[in-house]
């Protein structure tokens, strides 16, 4: 299984995806499947938490599974709402968001763990039940009102995006969730918009970094396993 592919449910956008991001190929060494669930906005999943989402998300899992794929992510960290109906739709791995990682990176440090969100204001105790998270010391900082990402992320005004611009919001809300919270042990990026900039938090906070790549990744790896030594 050594090339086996992995499927990714996507919502509809239409904005540049810079390597790093999920949906552009050159992020992975491995086959990558994607699934664009059509009407699945970045407004409807992450702000309006649009409960009718449910059943077109079930069925992209499904065709995934059903073109080969040996595992599944998603590509809006929101997306976790879903995660138990998700994952029983489907007889291959599925992790729907990269906030699943959370319980695992507190453990790793017993300290508070940032959180880097598309919308803070949108992020609920439903969010983070449904992966067991909700009594964990979480800091959460969004980009809602980055004129950058909103304008083109939340919004879709335009397709075109100005990654320097990005890069100075993403730097902008990682250097104050670092002035309020000290202590972060790590960070997990929800967005998966952001990862193209984990470098950069990385280099700005000095601490473990965690988002949907590094989970992708990961499944790919469990169900890839070779003989060592060869």
Known sequence: MSDAAIGVLCLQTSFDKIPGHIRNPATFDFPVVYRVVEGATPRRLVREADPTLLEPFVT???????????????????????????????????????????????????????????????????????????????????MADQPEFREVMLEGRRDRLDVDRLAAEVDDRVDALARTHPDLGALVIECTDLVPFAHRIQARLGVPVFDIVTLTRMLHASVTRRPYGR
Do not use: K, Y
């Open 60 to 142: 992209a899992a499904r065709d995934l599974q059903a073109a080969g794929v040996a595992g599944i992510t998603g590509a809006c960290g929101f997306l976790v709402l879903f995660q138990a109906e998700l994952a029983a739709a489907v007889d291959v791995p599925l992790w729907s968001s990269s906030l699943i990682q959370l319980p695992m990176v507190h453990r790793m440090t017993d300290r508070t763990v940032g959180l880097l969100v598309a919308d803070e204001r949108a992020l609920s105790p439903r969010h983070l039940a449904a992966i067991g998270a909700h009594d964990l010391p979480v800091a959460v900082t969004g």
